[in-house]
């Protein structure tokens, strides 16, 4: 985000296409799964996104 926005002077659009699921069914999914599994999904999200929702807000923008 920031180097968009040092390029570009604007950041617009986010897209999180990343995340993992655990390898196994959810009653053997052990501890470690779950936080791996939680930390890449939501804790992506939010790393990828905390930045550019700021900006947003600062801006009014609509954000969906």
């Known amino acids: 985000s920031n180097i968009a926005i040092q390029k570009t002077g604007?950041?617009?659009l986010v897209?999180?296409?990343a995340g993992i699921i655990a390898p196994s069914?959810?009653?053997?999914i052990?501890?470690?799964d779950y936080?791996?599994?939680m930390s890449t999904n939501a804790?992506?999200?939010f790393m990828s996104h905390n930045l550019p929702f700021?900006?947003?807000s600062r801006?009014?923008?609509v954000m969906w």
């Open 59 to 61: 801006r009014k923008a």
């Open 15 to 17: 897209v999180n296409n």
């Open 43 to 45: 804790d992506g999200f």
């Open 10 to 12: 604007r950041i617009d």
């Open 54 to 56: 700021a900006i947003w």
């Open 35 to 37: 936080r791996r599994v």
């Open 25 to 28: 069914n959810f009653h053997e």
């Open 30 to 32: 052990t501890e470690d």
